[in-house]
């Protein structure tokens, strides 16, 4: 028997190299089986998401298509629309965030999985990076030349995807389609998050800061939210520090002057690119990209700057 | 002059206000009785909507899933660097 103010069945998951988190309220009446239903079936979901799409695996479909010569190769359905996702986060940032820089991130030391790898000290790597600039795009960058079909996806010979962050919030967009008929949902997949539900109450939500100063929180009744910054994975290497986001035009880890932003949008892989997006385009640039859904920057020194209707939430929720 | 119906109510009204008075006394004996008894069974209600919004603690480790675990509903999330 469902009870007004029924408390949300948690359940938490190691995957995508990271926590996922999924809440799941009481079910709307006629609309859905259980809520225990809805978990397990969202978490054999999102492994499935997880075993297709890992760059880390060499027998994920992924992978197989990374290492295929030929132009065009078949794929599955899950496949595909994770390389749709990452061509929409493409084009909405005009290629800062271009899924076809995977040489450029192993070249950068990222070539292999680091969970369960400390990251390296965000502060001291900020001492001794170089000199802050905006990202650009990449000029003639291959994903234009992308085409994902029915059952396939037909790109330049050579060309090797790093789904990262659109695959992620691809995969939370997913779960969170599956529940669309409970009272109050949350899909969590490492920070990229969509929040719903038919009883329309609004969630905390809280963004932490990655230098240790003071959270941030605002409510959200329905929508995305999806945070991109350099303080989990970022490394030492022989001549200083690297990371894993990187300059489209240099092909280098990005020193933008800015360490993480968080980004308020309809779904989670367009929060997750403007998020992205913001945090290669530098301060100023970056608050105008977070301005239409709102969002939040945090500088190198640690200032936070809000953006869009995330200003008036973050101050009436404090 | 009073009436015959006029000297009837009277004690009626009387009897009316000694039981809302009673009532009152009841309601206000028991709202005190199970604040006291929730306090004393180290549940602050001052303190609820506070702990509603603090993070769930626990992780899982590697390869493991936690299961089953509840929260008042819509719990808090929290959107960090991963």
Known sequence: MRQPGEPELERRIDLFGTEVRLLVGAPTPRRAPGNQVAVLAVEQLLRRHHALLTRFD????????????????????????ALRAALNAAELTDGLVDPGLLGQLERAGYGSSRVGVAPADLR??????????????????????????????RRPPGMRFDLGGSAK????????????????????????????????????????????????SFRLGRGAIATSGLGRRIWRTPDGFAHHLIDPSTGEPAWTGVVQATAVAPTAVEAEALAKAALLSGPDAGLRILQRGGGVIVLDDGTVRLAGPATQAVRSAA | MPTENARSKRPSMVAMTAKITAIA?????????????????????????????????????SGQASGGQTNSAPAQVVTRTS
């Not at chain 1, 027998?59 to 629309?81: F, K, M, Q, T, Y």
């Not at chain 1, 899909?187 to 539900?197: K, L, T």
């Not at chain 2, 303190?47 to 509603?52: H, I, M, Q, R, Y």
Request: one cysteine or more; a negative charge; glycine letters at 12%.
């Open chain 2, 25 to 61: 006394v009841a309601v206000a004996i028991a709202l005190t009785g199970g604040l006291a008894i929730q306090m004393a069974g180290g549940h602050d209600p001052a303190l609820a909507s506070k702990a509603k919004h603090q993070a769930p603690a626990g992780s899982s480790s």
């Open chain 1, 124 to 153: 001291e790597a900020l001492l001794q990076a170089p000199p802050r600039s905006p990202a650009r795009r990449r000029e003639g960058a291959a994903w234009h030349a992308v085409e994902v079909g029915e059952g396939f996806v």
């Open chain 1, 169 to 216: 919030g691809h995969a939370a967009e997913s779960a969170a389609a599956c529940l669309r008929g409970y009272d109050s949902f949350a899909v969590d997949v490492g920070g990229d998050i969509v929040v719903g539900g038919n009883a329309g109450a609004p969630r905390v939500v809280v963004v932490e800061h990655p230098l240790g100063h003071h959270d941030l």
């Open chain 1, 58 to 81: 060499s027998d994920s479909e992924l992978s197989r298509l990374n290492a295929d010569p030929r132009e065009e190769v078949p794929i599955s359905a899950v496949l595909a629309g």
